[in-house]
């Protein structure tokens, strides 16, 4: 069982020369005061502290010292700096990094190294022999009294002289080279860095880039787009992407009828609630349950009793929830007049998202969603004059297009806006149907409202 983590403790630390009374006083400790209010020279606030954990990285000191020394050992030899004068050039680039290294906490130098000049002495007896007899005492002594800051990684290269090759060479990280800039360091560090994650994924399988389709672009030779290459490859390949094609057999029945909260289909008939319908995943979309008694298709390929059909479920509508009859038409007949929603919204005179709504209203309040939407009575009654009229007598939505008022444009950021011109499209007058077969004519079908004032 390993031994309790060591915490800082405060205490008062007394100063002591008897060993047992005597406690470490940590640097910055503040003296107390004794009973009279007076400072105590003995009595400090401090705490004991014993690091739980000491690094075993080497520091940037120790780092630059060990390079400096393989250095001096690639120039000079073991032997050290035998040339006149550059001896107490190392000793000076060195000396702020050779005092700053840490002591040994154990060993019979412990006191030796504990004193600078002790330090620096014995450090250059070994690498810079012939220094020591050119350098007065006095100069050493100042220069372990005050090394001066520590240099960066140019200055400290442009100090030694060291090239790029001995960089290389000696494997030297933390001092630059004269011949060989930091930026151009930095660029070569990420290539290296490039290129070792490009082998290290190489040799877990990965393909790089350059084997890759998007490389080779062989579209481009076949003349096709990028997306139809792709959708070729998939189709020959037996895959594909499309929820439809993916779905099952007994969802892609030819005519889907809505009864209640089920559906089935013709091909392969499928009986299933709603909503396990609509969380399956890759099914095709179902239809909103419909109200009771109203889901019965209406046949529009039959016109005259498709037209007495849709008649007398109109004349049962005058206000409220859109019936699922109506519903049903609405999305007939704008599949075959070739209308968007947008263009039935506005030939009735409300926006699409008010048509989408009031064609779901009773559904939202099934399900308790907000915001559902009634039709008035006199929308109600230009979407029956809609239905009721013939295809012949509705221009198509593109002559709509070229009749459109546009909007000046106004800035976003400060300004006032351009007053307005009016709706962008023109208010639509809509039909007066004649009862009994009577001729419509198609210049009254659709007439600006401009021209109606």
Same mark, same amino acid.
């Given at each position: 069982?390993?031994?309790?983590?060591?915490?800082?403790?405060?205490?008062?630390?007394?100063?002591?020369?008897?060993?047992?009374?005597?406690?470490?006083?940590?640097?910055?400790?503040?003296?107390?005061?004794?009973?009279?209010?007076?400072?105590?020279?003995?009595?400090?606030?401090?705490? %004991? #502290?014993?690091?739980?954990?000491? $690094?075993?990285?080497?520091?940037?000191?120790?780092?630059?010292?060990?390079?400096? %020394?393989?250095?001096?050992?690639?120039? #000079?030899?073991?032997?050290?700096?035998?040339?006149?004068?550059?001896?107490?050039?190392?000793?000076?680039?060195?000396?702020?990094?050779?005092?700053?290294?840490?002591?040994? #906490?154990?060993?019979?130098?412990?006191?030796?190294?504990?004193?600078?000049?002790?330090?620096?002495?014995?450090?250059?007896?070994?690498?810079?022999?012939?220094?020591?007899?050119?350098?007065?005492?006095?100069?050493?002594? %100042?220069?372990?009294?005050?090394?001066?800051?520590?240099?960066?990684?140019?200055?400290?290269?442009?100090?030694?002289?060291?090239?790029?090759?001995?960089?290389?060479?000696?494997?030297?990280?933390?001092?630059?080279?004269?011949?060989?800039?930091?930026?151009?360091?930095?660029?070569?560090?990420?290539?290296?860095?490039?290129?070792?994650?490009?082998?290290?994924?190489?040799? %877990?399988?990965?393909? $790089?880039?350059?084997?890759?389709?998007?490389?080779?672009?062989?579209?481009?030779?076949?003349?096709? =787009?990028?997306?139809?290459?792709?959708?070729?490859?998939?189709?020959?390949?037996?895959?594909?992407?499309?929820?439809?094609?993916?779905?099952?057999?007994?969802?892609?029945?030819?005519?889907?009828?809505?009864?209640?909260?089920?559906? =089935?289909?013709?091909?392969?008939?499928?009986?299933?609630?709603?909503?396990?319908?609509?969380?399956?995943?890759?099914?095709? $979309?179902?239809?909103?349950?419909?109200?009771?008694?109203?889901?019965?298709?209406?046949?529009?390929?039959?016109?005259?009793?498709?037209?007495?059909?849709?008649?007398?479920?109109?004349?049962?509508? #005058?206000?409220?929830?859109?019936?699922?009859?109506?519903?049903?038409?609405?999305?007939?007949?704008?599949?075959?007049?070739?209308?968007?929603?947008?263009?039935?919204?506005?030939?009735?005179?409300?926006?699409?998202?008010?048509?989408?709504?009031?064609?779901?209203?009773?559904?939202?309040?099934?399900?308790?969603?907000?915001?559902?939407?009634?039709?008035?009575?006199?929308?109600?009654?230009?979407?029956?004059?809609?239905?009721?009229?013939?295809?012949?007598?509705?221009?198509?939505?593109?002559?709509?297009?070229?009749?459109?008022?546009?909007?000046?444009?106004?800035?976003?950021?400060?300004?006032?806006?351009?007053?307005?011109?009016?709706?962008?499209?023109?208010?639509?007058?809509?039909? =007066?149907?004649?009862?009994?077969?009577?001729?419509? $004519?198609?210049?009254?079908?659709?007439?600006?409202?401009?021209?109606?004032?």
């Amino acid at each position: 069982m390993k031994p309790p983590r060591p915490t800082h403790l405060p205490a008062a630390v007394i100063e002591d020369q008897n060993a047992p009374v005597a406690r470490v006083v940590p640097r910055g400790a503040k003296p107390l005061r004794d009973k009279t209010g007076k400072l105590s020279a003995k009595l400090r606030l401090g705490y %004991e #502290h014993t690091p739980a954990r000491i $690094s075993r990285r080497p520091g940037i000191d120790t780092l630059r010292v060990a390079e400096g %020394e393989r250095l001096i050992r690639y120039r #000079h030899g073991d032997g050290g700096v035998d040339t006149d004068g550059e001896g107490e050039i190392y000793i000076r680039a060195l000396a702020p990094h050779i005092l700053a290294q840490p002591a040994p #906490h154990e060993g019979p130098n412990r006191v030796v190294m504990g004193d600078p000049l002790a330090r620096l002495i014995g450090w250059a007896s070994q690498w810079c022999r012939k220094a020591l007899g050119e350098i007065a005492l006095d100069d050493l002594r %100042e220069i372990a009294r005050d090394p001066g800051r520590t240099l960066k990684a140019d200055a400290l290269a442009n100090r030694l002289r060291l090239t790029r090759a001995e960089r290389t060479a000696l494997e030297i990280r933390t001092i630059g080279a004269i011949d060989w800039s930091k930026k151009e360091r930095e660029a070569a560090r990420r290539e290296d860095a490039r290129i070792r994650k490009a082998e290290k994924r190489r040799a %877990e399988g990965a393909r $790089s880039y350059a084997d890759t389709v998007a490389k080779a672009e062989p579209w481009k030779a076949a003349g096709v =787009s990028r997306r139809t290459w792709f959708r070729n490859q998939a189709v020959a390949r037996g895959t594909t992407t499309s929820t439809i094609e993916r779905a099952a057999p007994g969802d892609l029945g030819t005519t889907t009828s809505t009864t209640g909260n089920e559906v =089935s289909g013709q091909v392969g008939t499928t009986t299933a609630t709603v909503r396990s319908i609509a969380s399956r995943y890759c099914g095709r $979309s179902s239809a909103i349950p419909a109200q009771e008694g109203d889901a019965r298709q209406l046949s529009f390929l039959a016109p005259p009793q498709a037209r007495d059909e849709l008649r007398a479920v109109l004349d049962r509508w #005058h206000s409220g929830e859109m019936p699922e009859a109506v519903r049903v038409a609405v999305i007939a007949a704008k599949r075959r007049r070739a209308f968007r929603q947008e263009d039935v919204a506005t030939a009735i005179g409300i926006s699409r998202p008010q048509l989408a709504n009031a064609m779901h209203a009773a559904e939202r309040r099934a399900l308790g969603l907000p915001n559902a939407f009634d039709l008035s009575p006199e929308i109600i009654a230009n979407l029956k004059r809609w239905l009721l009229a013939d295809d012949a007598d509705l221009p198509p939505p593109a002559e709509w297009d070229r009749e459109r008022a546009m909007r000046p444009p106004h800035h976003r950021r400060g300004g006032k806006r351009p007053p307005d011109p009016g709706p962008v499209f023109p208010t639509l007058r809509l039909f =007066s149907l004649i009862e009994g077969g009577a001729e419509r $004519s198609r210049n009254q079908v659709l007439e600006p409202e401009s021209e109606a004032a």
